[in-house]
């Protein structure tokens, strides 16, 4: 279905009718930008969106933007060791393995930490062209046993950058942000997903808790007691983003 074209004349506003009152912007104003771009927000994730795209062959939960975000940090950074917590599918963990090959790091490995890897999923990502770059642990990323897995697997001379897309509550990524900043390299980033949930509770089929139990919340606890870490607006400046003020970079 095409969309029909529409001559908004000079000065366009956008109004969003709700029961908690109105909102109404210019939309070429910074404040018509954001309602627009929370409007988008919100029908993505109420249409699943990001459910609907796939990396070389493999489903990849994410939304476009967020890909070319992720795509311009490992292009300035080329890490040699990716570590991304939460497999699902496995189409970050590809998506991050041929973007290491494409930038020809010879060395380049992901690792992939999730407490249920499903055995199809480990299949289509064991039987990937990719695998050989990738290493998988079935584990809590917050256990012993997946910090045990990444020690055993980095080292002194990679450069590491990660990728924090678990279990998105507060208190969860915060222990994630603790424990796996330690591996991040002097440059690189800790990005932390998903930070949007902190903005949809009331789309239907969320829950309004999420308004206060988020990876953002997270962050800003984070950044309190590290300033080694400051923010970068990567993710935010490409506009819908489920990652919203995502991308931690390491002094």
């Given at each position: ?116 890897i499903r055995e199809d999923n480990r299949t289509v990502i064991e039987s990937h062209r990719y695998s050989p770059m990738i290493k998988l642990c079935q584990a ?30 507060q208190d969860h990524v915060s222990e994630e942000l603790e424990l796996y900043s330690h591996f991040v390299s002097s440059g690189s980033f800790i990005i932390a997903m998903d930070g949007a949930l902190g903005y949809v509770g009331d789309v ?48």
């Amino acid at each position: 279905m095409k969309m029909k074209l529409l001559d908004l004349g000079e000065d366009p506003t956008i109004l969003v009718r709700t029961d908690k009152g109105d909102y109404e912007a210019s939309i070429y104003s910074e404040q018509g930008k954001e309602l627009i771009d929370l409007i988008a927000l919100k029908q993505s994730v109420y249409y699943k969106t990001m459910y609907d795209f796939q990396w070389l062959g493999v489903r990849i939960i994410q939304f476009p933007a967020d890909m070319i975000a992720l795509q311009q940090i490992l292009l300035e950074v080329r890490p040699t060791l990716v570590i991304e917590t939460g497999v699902a599918h496995g189409g970050c963990l590809v998506y991050s393995a041929s973007l290491l090959d494409m930038l020809g790091i010879s060395n380049g490995r992901v690792l992939g930490i999730d407490i249920d890897i499903r055995e199809d999923n480990r299949t289509v990502i064991e039987s990937h062209r990719y695998s050989p770059m990738i290493k998988l642990c079935q584990a809590s990323s917050t256990s012993s046993e997946a910090i045990e897995f990444v020690k055993l697997h980095a080292t002194e001379d990679d450069t590491v950058l990660v990728i924090l897309d678990s279990d998105h509550s507060q208190d969860h990524v915060s222990e994630e942000l603790e424990l796996y900043s330690h591996f991040v390299s002097s440059g690189s980033f800790i990005i932390a997903m998903d930070g949007a949930l902190g903005y949809v509770g009331d789309v239907p089929g969320q829950t309004p808790e999420a308004f206060n139990n988020n990876p953002l919340s997270a962050i800003q606890d984070f950044l309190k007691t590290h300033s080694e870490f400051k923010v970068e607006s990567i993710f935010d400046d490409l506009g819908v983003t489920s990652s919203p003020s995502g991308a931690l970079r390491k002094a």
